[in-house]
């Protein structure tokens, strides 16, 4: 093929594809090394306000390239993260894991209008990517939203706890669930609630959570 044709197309792509890093926005790239590296480092473990009674961890604070990559995800529709974000997450579940048990990972639920809007639900999509990656690894996406629920940027916590109660509910697991390490994942923990409603709803079916992991803690 003709070097003119092959810019051409590179051209093309470029129009369909931001070719820029998600993170910092660095030209040519679409997840750049240094990017990676911050959030390539073992989970470290995080408070909420909101207690979810179990441990929490995240990736990386709610800033940097983790938190452009995430809202690139949710809000620009950069489905191409949804493989360095899922990777990540793994990375952080293998040092999370407790060896020998099964690890179910159950994504926190988003609203089926924004997942929709956004082009597919992107946590969801990293929770797959991240299984896919990882020996005895499997997904159980058992949590749903009921109508209502208003998206939660901007709320406060108050109004939060509001917006989600009873609203979150799950769908029992299946029977190997007992046996197997049980963890949430989310992109963003900010006050905690969402978490705290999504434990109360896998309680409620028989589901104890080990773990809650997010990319990112505000
Ligand atoms: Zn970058």
Redesign the pocket.
């Known amino acids: 093929m003709p070097g003119g044709t092959l810019a051409g197309m590179r051209t093309l792509l470029d129009l369909v594809l931001p070719a820029e890093?998600?993170?910092?926005?660095?030209p040519a790239?679409l997840?750049?090394?240094?990017?990676a590296r911050s959030v390539a480092g073992p989970p470290v473990r995080i408070h909420p306000r909101r207690d979810p009674g179990v441990p929490c961890w995240a990736l990386s604070p709610y800033r940097g390239?983790a938190r452009q990559a995430v809202l690139a995800a949710k809000e620009r529709g950069r489905r191409d993260l949804t493989e360095p974000l899922g990777l990540a997450l793994a990375a952080g579940l293998a040092g999370l894991r407790t060896a020998g048990r099964p690890l179910i990972l159950v994504p926190s639920p988003s609203r089926r209008a924004s997942a929709r809007r956004r082009g597919g639900d992107p946590v969801l999509g990293c929770a797959r990517a991240a299984a896919r990656s990882l020996d005895g690894c499997r997904v159980v996406p058992s949590l749903r939203v009921w109508w209502g629920v208003r998206d939660s940027a901007g709320l406060s916590a108050r109004e939060r706890d509001r917006n989600l109660r009873g609203r979150i509910r799950a769908v029992p697991l299946p029977a190997e669930a007992a046996k197997a390490q049980v963890v949430l994942v989310d992109d963003v923990l900010t006050t905690g609630a969402t978490a705290q409603a999504c434990a109360v709803a896998l309680a409620s079916v028989g589901t104890y959570l080990d773990d809650i992991l997010v990319t990112c803690a505000a």
């Open positions: 890093c998600g993170g910092c926005r660095r790239t997840w750049c090394g240094a990017c390239p």
